[in-house]
C-alpha cells in the first residue's frame, strides 16, 4: 500500500497489524479491569477525588497528545523546524488564573461540569448555550481523532475507514463505558509510556541514521532550529498568530473548558496536588512530548539535508523522498527503522494509544455532561446512585456512537488534516473560554451578559468564516499577519467581540446579587473553601503520618478517623480539620484511599489510626496494610 | 432574573488600564520592528514573552489582590515563587535555545 508514501510488504503489513491489535485488546482488558473501582457515580467520572498528583498528571500525557499529533507535528517539524514545540510550550502566561482562580472555583464549588457552574454563576440557559459549545469542541475532537486514526490506518494497510474507525470505537467504548475514570487514568498512563517509548524509538533510530545528536544538529538549517516561527510571514503558523490563538485562546480552552481536563484535575485529592500537577505537566511534560510528536519530522529535516549534501541515501536506509509532507512521520519511520515490521508495528501501536487515550478522556466527559446536565436535572432527578451509575455507562456507548456518525462529516472534508483541525477549534473556543474568563474574575459580569455573549461572539465569529476581512483591522493592531486565512487570529477576533459584547451589557445591566456568585468568583473563594470543608480552614502546613496501622472502631461516624494527641500536633490539625487517608504503598497513587474528619482519640497509639468499618470500605484499604495520614485544611 | 439595582460608577482606574494596554499592544510589536531586523528570531521571542509576561503578571496580581494568594498563607509563597520561576526558566531556555542555534555551525552549505 503505497497511500502513505511507503511501500509496506504484504507479510510485514500482517505483522504490523498483529502487534496493533493484539495492542488494543491488551488495552481494553487493562481498561476493564477497574470496573471494579466505581462503586457511585463520583467514582465513575472522578474516582473520588483521591488521587495522587503524578498519576492523573502522567495520565494526561497521553490525553494531551492526539493519532493526529505524530503526524501533524512530524509534519510541521519538517516544514518549519522545531518552532513545532511552541504549541507545547507557550502555556506559562495563563497559570496564574488558573491555578489561584480557576482551579480552586472549580475544585471548591464542587461542580461536577462547566456547564454546571454556569448555571451556578449565572442561570440555566447560560448552561445549557455553555454545554451546547462544550460538547461542540469535545465531540470535534472525538471525530476528528477517529478520522485520522481511519486515515492512517486506510493508508498503512489499506483497511478502509468504514471497517477500521467502527471496530477501534468498538474497543474504547467497552472500557470506557465499563471502566470509567479509573479505567481512563490507568490505560492512559500506560498508554502515556507507550507514547513516550515509541516516540524515543522513531527518534533514537533516525539519530542513529544520522550519526548522533551532534551531526542531527550541524546538518539541521538554522531555519529549522530555532524554536520560533517568523511573526507574520507564514500564513498558516506564525508567531503573532501563535501568541494570540494558541497561547491564550487555545491554552485556556484546553485547560479551563475542556471538561476531560477539568475532571482529571478533579480527581486529584487537594488542590495543592492539583497544583503540582499543573506544573509539572507544563514545564515538563509538555516540552517533552513536544519533542517525542515533533522530533521524526527535525530529523527528517536534517536527513535530507545530508543526503542532499552527500549525493545519495544514508549508510543502512535507503534514499527518503518526502512529496507530501504529511507523510513525514510514517516514511522517515519506516526507513529509520529498517523496514522491521514488529518496531514499526510498535509505532503504529504507540499511534493507536494517542487516539484512543485522547478519545476515552473526551468520551467520558461528554457522558459526565450527559449525566450532570440533562439526565440528571432534565430527566431523572431523584434516581439512586446505581441508577446513575447505570445511566453513566449508557451515556459513555452514546458518546461513542455520536463521535463515530461524525467521521462522516470530516470524510467529506478536502481539507488537509492540520488546517481542519485549527479550524475548527478557533471557531469553537473563543466567545466560551471569555465568559468562564469574565464570569470567574470579574464578580459584576451577569447572566444576561453571559447568555449575550456567548450567543452574539459564537455566531459571529462564524461569519468570519466567510467574511474573513472583518479580522484584518485587529489583526493589524496587535501587529499579526494580513494575509485573509487568519487561523489563529479569528480567535483573538472572537475572544475581543465575547470580551465587548460582555463588558458592555455588564455596564448597562444590573449584576447578579452577592449572594448568587459567592464561592464561583476569585475574590469570593474564601467562602468555597469554608463550604467545601464545612468549617473554617486551617492553612498551617502539617507533617505527613505514615505508615500507621489501621484499628476498626465502629463507634466513630462514617468518614470519620481518630489519632492520638501526639499525632494531632504532627498533622498541625484541629478537630474537624479535613485529613487524607490512604494506603501507604505510594505508587497506587491514591487508588486506595479517602477523605475522612479527624478525631482526637487520647486512649490510641502514635502507631495506630482508628475508622469504622464503612469508611475502612469506602477507601477501599486492605486488611494488615498500613496507611498515611496528611491533612488538606 | 433576580437581580439587584447596581450603582456603581465604570472605575476610571479600571479606564485607564484598558486605554494602556490598548496603547501597548498597538506600539510594542511596532517598537520591536523598528529596533530588530523583521527576520531576527529575537522579534517572536520579545513578542511572545513581552506580551506573555503582560498577561502573567495581570493574572499575579489579580490573584494577589482579590486574596486567591495571599504570601504566607499555607503553600501559596512556595506557588508563588514557583510561577516567577517556571516563567524565567521557559523564558531563559527559549532564548539560550536561540543562540544555540544562531551560533552553531550548519553542514549543509550557507
Known amino acids: 500500500m503505497e497511500s502513505l508514501g511507503v511501500h509496506i510488504p504484504p507479510q510485514s503489513v500482517a505483522i504490523i497489524a498483529l502487534v496493533a491489535v493484539l495492542y488494543i485488546v491488551v488495552i481494553t482488558a487493562f481498561g476493564g479491569y477497574f470496573a471494579r473501582f466505581n462503586s457511585t457515580i463520583n467514582d465513575f467520572f472522578y474516582s473520588g477525588n483521591r488521587f495522587a498528583w503524578w498519576l492523573p498528571t502522567a495520565s494526561m500525557v497521553a490525553t494531551g497528545i492526539g493519532s493526529y499529533s505524530f503526524l501533524k507535528y512530524s509534519e510541521q517539524g519538517y516544514r518549519t523546524g522545531m518552532s513545532s514545540s511552541l504549541t507545547y510550550m507557550n502555556d506559562w502566561f495563563i497559570v496564574p488564573f488558573f491555578i489561584f482562580g480557576w482551579l480552586p472555583i472549580v475544585y471548591f464549588s464542587r461542580v461536577k461540569s462547566i456547564p454546571e457552574y454556569f448555571e451556578k454563576r449565572f442561570n440555566k440557559l447560560a448552561r445549557y448555550i455553555s454545554m451546547v459549545i462544550i460538547l461542540a469542541y469535545m465531540f470535534f475532537y472525538i471525530g476528528y481523532n477517529l478520522y485520522t486514526i481511519g486515515v492512517a490506518f486506510e493508508g498503512m494497510f489499506g483497511v478502509p475507514q468504514k471497517y477500521s474507525v467502527p471496530l477501534v470505537a468498538l474497543f474504547l467504548g467497552v472500557y470506557v463505558t465499563f471502566g470509567g475514570q479509573t479505567a481512563v487514568i490507568f490505560t492512559d498512563l500506560f498508554q502515556g509510556i507507550m507514547l513516550y517509548l515509541a516516540g524515543g524509538i522513531a527518534i533514537i533510530a533516525g539519530l542513529s541514521v544520522l550519526g548522533g545528536l551532534g551531526e542531527f544538529w550541524s546538518w539541521l538549517p538554522v531555519s529549522h532550529r530555532l524554536p520560533f516561527v517568523h511573526l507574520t510571514d507564514n500564513p498558516k503558523f506564525n508567531t503573532a498568530g501563535l501568541f494570540w490563538g494558541e497561547a491564550l485562546a487555545g491554552s485556556i480552552a484546553y485547560t479551563f473548558m475542556n471538561q476531560g481536563f477539568i475532571m482529571r484535575y478533579l480527581t486529584i485529592k487537594s488542590v495543592n496536588e492539583c497544583r503540582k500537577a499543573a506544573f509539572f505537566n507544563i514545564l515538563v511534560t509538555l516540552p517533552l512530548s513536544a519533542i517525542v510528536v515533533g522530533g521524526v519530522g527535525w530529523i527528517a529535516k536534517a536527513l535530507i539535508t545530508k543526503q542532499a549534501a552527500l549525493g545519495g541515501p544514508l549508510p543502512g536506509i535507503g534514499m527518503i523522498e518526502i512529496t507530501n509532507t504529511f507523510h513525514t512521520f510514517i516514511i522517515v519511520c519506516w526507513e529509520t527503522v529498517k523496514h522491521n515490521p514488529w518496531i514499526f508495528g510498535f509505532v503504529v501501536a504507540a499511534l493507536m494509544a494517542a487516539l484512543m487515550s485522547t478519545i476515552d478522556t473526551f468520551i467520558n466527559a461528554c457522558a459526565a455532561i450527559g449525566i450532570y446536565d440533562l439526565y440528571k436535572p432534565l430527566v431523572n432527578p431523584h434516581a439512586s446512585d446505581e441508577h446513575y451509575l447505570k445511566a453513566a455507562r449508557w451515556a459513555s456507548a452514546i458518546a461513542t456512537v455520536i463521535g463515530l456518525f461524525l467521521v462522516v462529516l470530516f470524510h467529506g472534508q478536502k481539507q488537509s488534516l492540520m488546517s481542519l483541525h485549527y479550524k475548527g477549534i478557533m471557531i469553537i473556543i473563543p466567545s466560551i473560554v471569555t465568559t468562564i474568563f469574565l464570569g470567574a474574575f470579574w464578580s459584576r459580569f451577569n447572566s444576561v451578559a453571559a447568555c449575550t455573549s456567548m450567543i452574539v461572539g459564537s455566531l459571529v465569529t462564524v461569519f468570519t468564516v466567510y467574511f474573513p476581512d472583518m479580522i484584518a483591522p485587529l489583526s493589524k493592531f496587535v501587529g499579526g499577519p494580513v494575509n485573509g486565512e487568519y487561523i489563529y487570529m479569528r480567535a483573538l477576533f472572537g475572544m475581543v467581540l465575547t470580551g465587548t459584547i460582555g463588558v458592555i451589557v455588564t455596564l448597562f445591566t444590573s449584576p447578579a446579587p452577592k449572594k448568587k456568585v459567592k464561592g464561583l468568583t476569585i475574590d469570593t473563594l474564601k467562602e468555597a473553601i469554608i463550604k467545601y470543608k464545612g468549617g473554617e480552614p486551617h492553612f498551617e502546613v502539617g507533617e505527613k503520618l505514615r505508615r500507621l496501622n489501621v484499628k476498626i472502631n465502629n463507634k466513630l461516624d462514617i468518614d470519620q478517623v481518630a489519632v492520638s494527641s501526639a499525632n494531632m500536633d504532627r498533622l498541625k490539625a484541629q478537630e474537624g480539620d479535613m485529613i487524607y487517608v490512604e494506603d501507604s504503598r505510594w505508587w497506587l497513587g491514591g487508588l486506595r484511599s479517602h477523605h475522612v474528619k479527624v478525631v482526637e482519640d487520647k486512649s490510641l497509639s502514635d502507631g495506630d489510626v482508628s475508622m469504622s468499618d464503612s469508611t475502612f470500605k469506602e477507601a477501599y484499604l486492605l486488611e494488615g496494610r498500613p496507611v498515611t495520614l496528611e491533612k488538606i485544611f | ?110
Open chain 2, 1 to 110: 432574573m433576580n437581580q439587584v439595582r447596581h450603582q456603581k460608577p465604570i472605575p476610571l482606574k479600571a479606564l485607564l488600564i484598558i486605554l494602556f494596554l490598548l496603547l501597548f499592544i498597538y506600539f510594542y510589536p511596532r517598537f520591536l520592528l523598528h529596533f530588530f531586523e523583521p527576520h531576527s528570531p529575537w522579534v517572536s521571542y520579545l513578542y511572545l514573552y513581552g506580551f506573555g509576561f503582560v498577561f502573567f503578571i495581570f493574572g499575579v496580581i489579580l490573584a494577589l489582590k482579590t486574596g486567591a494568594c495571599v504570601p504566607g498563607r499555607g503553600r501559596d509563597s512556595f506557588w508563588l515563587k514557583g510561577l516567577f520561576l517556571g516563567f524565567i526558566f521557559l523564558a531563559s531556555l527559549h532564548a539560550f535555545w536561540i543562540y544555540l542555534a544562531l551560533t552553531s555551525p550548519f553542514k549543509g552549505g550557507s
